[in-house]
């Protein structure tokens, strides 16, 4: 068995139509804290984020990675969570100074978006295929946000429980299947069990306990668990073609004291490039493309 503190499952209750995936984080969660301090609020929804963008790469067909964010002008300008195809998860919130995320994410205000993006690998893997959806933070919840994504995006019922304290972070996840399948009280049966759980048991409970205890009597068949842990894709060879995409005066301004030094706020690793270093980007002329985004 798969260790039990950071482990994504997949499963299905076939008799009923509903598939469904649960993930626990424990180590990993505590990696991603490692790198920066957040007040609670902030801490927790980063947590839900993170157990969200797992939940999702077990439900939709990512070859490559998968990412959630948020955005609004207020006190939390952006939460973003990215869990890829190999099992590693990595995220930030970034807040307005001395401030802390609201409870009640509709305080964020009516311009707030919440985006999910996939990028699987393209036949140029220069150019990866992306696909991203858009819905405006309606609900105060991050997991009721999620439900009305599903709903708008898929058109299919979903219920979604998301939860994180300081030291572990833990989602559950069901949805119908497509189609006429399952009896016809299946999803009904399905949601009322769903509703006897809470966030304390969420966090609590292994996975296997958790989904035995809720649905032991719907012949619950469990596909596969895959293991999930801290890890940032940022590398020296990305952080230079970002310092190229800035072009030669901006590249050179962000060695002022003659040296760069560019922070990855995933993870904390520092890079510097010296002025010198720095000229030979643009010895054979700068290379044109597109600056990437602050999170990407």
């Known amino acids: 068995m798969q260790d039990e503190h950071d482990l994504q499952t997949r499963f299905i209750l076939p008799a009923a139509g509903v598939r469904g995936v649960c993930v626990r984080l424990q180590d990993t969660w505590r990696d991603v804290l490692a790198h920066a301090h957040y007040p609670d609020n902030a801490r927790n929804l980063l947590g839900q984020s993170c157990a969200a963008a797992a939940l999702f790469t077990g439900h939709a067909k990512v070859n490559g990675r998968l990412s959630l964010q948020l955005r609004s002008r207020r006190a939390l ?8 195809a190999q099992g590693t998860l990595r995220g930030i919130a970034q807040l307005t100074d001395g401030q802390d995320a609201p409870l009640d994410l509709t305080r964020l205000g009516a311009d707030s978006l919440l985006a999910i993006t996939i990028e699987n690998p393209g036949l140029d893997p220069r150019e990866p295929q992306r696909y991203q959806s858009l819905v405006a933070l309606e609900s105060a919840t991050l997991s009721a946000a999620l439900e009305d994504y599903f709903q708008q995006s898929e058109q299919l019922p979903t219920r979604l429980l998301l939860a994180a304290d300081g030291s572990r972070a833990a989602g559950l996840m069901l949805q119908k299947l497509p189609g006429d399948e399952g009896d016809r009280d299946g999803w009904a049966l399905a949601g009322a069990l769903f509703d006897t759980l809470g966030v304390d048991e969420l966090l609590a409970a292994p996975s296997r306990t958790l989904l035995h205890r809720l649905f032991h009597q719907q012949a619950l068949q469990i596909l596969d668990e895959r293991p999930l ?61 597109a600056a990437p985004g602050l999170l990407q």
Do not use: K, N, W
């Not at 300008?77 to 890829?84: N, Q, Y």
């Not at 030094?261 to 000229?279: M, N, P, T």
């Open 229 to 289: 842990r801290f890890a940032c894709s940022c590398s020296r060879a990305r952080v230079t073609d970002m310092l190229s995409s800035l072009g030669p005066a901006e590249a050179r301004a962000a060695a002022v004291t003659g040296e760069a030094e560019i922070h990855c706020e995933f993870c904390g690793q520092r890079y510097s490039f010296s002025l010198e270093e720095i000229e030979e980007l643009f010895v054979a002329g700068p290379v044109v493309a």
């Open 77 to 84: 300008r952006t939460l973003f969570a990215e869990c890829t």
